[in-house]
């Protein structure tokens, strides 16, 4: 068979690999295959019978035994001493091969296996010929481990590495390699200890040998990891992205060969990235892989898999730093966009160039999303904004992102910004210059998806780190579009993040606590008007069990009390008076959420805060009574007893000789720092409960003042029992376990009702 026409139907036997639809979406993976690569050159040969009676009943193939047999005849009436009279005695001789047995048909190889070192060590021109049909042969999965036992798979192993070989018998020496090696282990361990997948790789260079060399290592690797982990040594993927860009195999006309490169890639990028990993090489086909899945013409199929491979690579955080200091994100966020174009729904008038299964759009959104992970983590390494200035075209992208109609894009690059805001100055020009405030705040006014609601206030949390922005992006509305976020209870990750900028917002800023203590309604008839955002936040504090919500709203609440007890330069005395006295009297429960920051036990810097926000809103009379209705219940007296004496009320109570605070209106002793909330480790303060010395001092202090406060402005309205323990507690004195048991005895704490 002439070459030429041998390699243009090489790819008509190549099975169609195609997306198992049977798994569910989210464990949706490719299916993987053997192909037999003797249908590159000859078409299947129909079965004989055993039976000798049908045998001229149809006309059937030549068997490979009886053609190897006439070559060698021809071989030895050429050349001379091939001994083709010991072939012809071969076991089973003159029955048809499938009546052979395993032991018969090594027998057989076994004399094949002399003839074919004769022949080569007489450089005879029939090993080609001889090679040819034993490729052919090895299509049937019976002579695949006779192959291997008889030393004939051996002997091919041997050609692959000499130089004196022909071009056609390599040709040949890789489809017999290939499909004597489908899903047949035995062979494809001969192939690994043989070291020839280095050979066989070589072959790639070969404009007419690539096409049959990568099948055959396709069928070596294929379900059998030592031969993956030699291909990833060998540095198989970069040879096979080199090969797909000098060959321009994703043109859309190698579509067969691609599928089996594509797949081939995605196995040795699996095992390479498992094992200790190669990072110069690594970010190489990294960049390869991402610029070839960028272009237009990109298949869907191995765009899945090219994308799949890179963001694989790209988790390794060495690669990471190499492709920001070769600044090659452009074709990743290329990537990012085509993923979005590709899961846009097109509009009714425009027809449809690719339909996608939900297997696919389901593998678009899984690789989307470790493709934003990935650019969230970079865009957070401390050289992403020296790569990337704010002047740089990436940022300008990303700039115009947050406009865009894609949800995964406005919310990557909010993400992406909002790492880059951290960096010290750079918040400053984003909001002056860029003004992204303004972008961020009209996602959050428009956009109805969680993700890009998400990162959109992420990044004007980060924008306001300095309180000198707060004002400036409150100014924007942006206190009035949060209570559509605190409502989505279906996504407590998106209700937290709005809380958490409310917190930020209002934290140290005047103007901002003024917003978020207005009427909803400014009509005096409507109820609405004694409402505020505050009364929102309350309520989803008493309807949510997220403890990370309500903490936040406790510490919002510490937030406005802060600001409402300090000078403003913005506001009279009286406006703030005025303000305060409008936050007692709208929101009475509003000490609840301060009683549970005090009560929990797993942050104890939030606890200090809420201790700290009780004894400030103590100082007024209106802000006493409001903290009395959850000071006196049990679960705050406890470990209020525990701060002051030490002890619990069950324990025995050591004599502290603690003086009376009589001015309860001096300056308190701890100012809880603005902190994120991040749970202190046990022991990492000087007791069990992760404490720090200056953190019990301070609490301390501050519920001492607490109590002083409550017995100052709430002694007459105050129950006797109530206020006993209150004076106990300060006194230090052991009748205070005394009051606790009267107070067990009479249920919970705040409805005991005790007569003077």
């Known amino acids: 068979m002439d070459k030429k026409d041998d390699m243009a139907g090489s790819a008509l036997g190549l099975e169609t690999l195609s997306l198992d639809d049977s798994l569910p979406p989210s464990t949706k993976s490719f299916e993987y295959h053997s192909t037999n690569l003797s249908s590159l050159i000859v078409p299947s040969s129909p079965k004989s019978s055993c039976d000798d009676s049908q045998a001229g009943s149809a006309p059937k193939t030549k068997p490979m035994l009886s053609i190897l047999e006439a070559i060698f005849h021809d071989a030895e009436a050429a050349e001379g001493g091939i001994g083709v009279l010991e072939f012809s005695d071969y076991p089973g ?3 048809s091969e499938e009546c052979l047995d395993e032991k018969s048909r090594v027998e057989a190889l076994n004399h094949v296996r002399g003839i074919l070192d ?12 001889a090679a040819e049909v034993l490729a052919n042969g090895s299509r049937d999965e019976g002579w695949r ?13 041997r050609v692959l590495v000499s130089v004196e070989a022909s071009q056609h018998l390599i040709l040949h020496t890789l489809r017999l390699l290939g499909n004597a090696c489908a899903e047949t282990d035995t062979n494809r361990a001969r192939v690994v200890q043989a070291d020839s997948l280095t050979h066989i790789v070589r072959q790639l260079k070969d404009p007419s040998l690539y096409s049959i060399a990568v099948p055959v290592l396709y069928n070596i690797c294929v379900d059998y990891e030592p031969a993956q982990e030699q291909a990833a040594r060998l540095g198989l993927v970069r040879e096979l992205l080199d090969l797909t860009a000098r060959e321009s195999l994703d043109d859309g006309t190698h579509e067969e060969l691609l599928s089996y490169l594509s797949r081939l890639v995605e196995i040795i990028v699996e095992m390479d990235i498992r094992g200790p990993l190669n990072v110069d090489t690594a970010y190489a086909s990294t960049n390869a892989l991402f610029q070839i899945a960028s272009k237009p013409e990109c298949p869907l199929e191995e765009f899945l898999i090219w994308v799949d491979a890179g963001v694989g690579y790209l988790s390794n955080s060495s690669v990471q730093h190499l492709a920001l200091a070769h600044a090659a994100l452009g074709p990743v966020l290329a990537v990012l966009v085509k993923c979005s174009r590709l899961l846009r729904p097109l509009p009714s008038s425009q027809p449809e160039t690719q339909v996608l299964t939900d297997g ?12 934003i992970d990935i650019l969230s983590e970079i865009s957070a390494l401390p050289e992403f904004h020296e790569t990337y200035p704010l002047t ?8 115009r992102w947050i406009g865009s109609s894609s949800p995964f894009m406005q919310g990557c690059a909010c993400i992406m910004l909002g790492n880059l805001a951290r960096t010290n100055g750079l918040g400053q020009i984003m909001v002056r210059s860029m003004e992204l405030h303004k972008r961020a705040v009209k996602v959050l006014e428009e956009s109805s998806e969680p993700f890009a609601l998400h990162a959109a206030a992420s990044l004007l949390r980060n924008l306001t780190v300095p309180a000198e922005f707060r ?13 559509r976020l605190w409502l989505m209870d279906k996504v407590p990750e998106l209700q937290y993040a709005a809380v958490a900028l409310a917190r930020r917002l209002v934290t140290g800023c005047f103007p901002n606590v003024r917003r978020l203590l207005e009427p909803l309604s400014s009509d005096l008839d409507s109820p609405a008007n004694s409402r505020t955002l505050l009364s929102c936040l309350l309520l989803l504090w008493e309807t949510n069990r997220n403890d990370g919500i309500r903490t936040e709203i406790g510490r919002l609440i510490s937030a406005v009390i802060r600001e409402l007890n300090k000078p403003q330069r913005d506001a009279s005395p009286g406006e703030v008076e005025a303000l305060g006295e409008r936050l007692y009297v709208l929101h009475p429960d509003l000490a609840r959420p301060l009683a549970s920051m005090v009560s929990q036990t797993q942050y104890p810097v939030v606890a200090s805060e809420g201790w700290f926000t009780l004894a400030l809103l103590s100082k007024e009379k209106a802000g006493a009574a409001i903290a009395a209705e959850v000071t006196l219940d049990i679960d705050v007296l406890q470990p209020m007893a525990k701060i002051v004496t030490g002890s619990r009320p069950t324990e025995s109570v050591p004599e502290v000789g603690i003086q009376r605070v009589d001015d309860p209106a001096e300056p308190l002793d701890v100012v809880v720092p603005e902190l994120e909330l991040e749970p202190t480790p046990p022991g990492t303060g000087t007791g069990d409960d992760g404490m720090t010395a200056d953190m019990r001092i301070g609490n301390r202090s501050n519920a001492i003042i607490l109590a002083s406060n409550l017995l100052e402005h709430q002694s007459e309205e105050m129950p006797s029992l109530r206020r006993q323990i209150l004076l106990d507690l300060l006194d230090g004195r052991d009748l205070i376990h005394q009051s606790f048991e009267e107070l067990r005895a009479g249920g ?5 009702q005790v007569e003077d």
């Open 145 to 157: 481990i006779p192959l291997g036992d008889s030393g004939v798979l051996e002997f091919f192993l």
């Open 748 to 752: 919970d704490l705040r409805g005991v």
């Open 471 to 483: 004002a400036t992006v409150g100014n924007r509305g942006v206190i009035k579009t949060l209570p």
């Open 93 to 95: 001789r003159g029955l």
């Open 360 to 371: 696919d759009r389901s593998l678009l959104l899984e690789i989307q999303s470790k493709l």
């Open 118 to 129: 004769q022949l080569w060590w007489t450089e005879s021109s029939f090993v080609g010929r």
């Open 392 to 399: 740089s075209p990436l940022v300008d992208s990303l700039e």
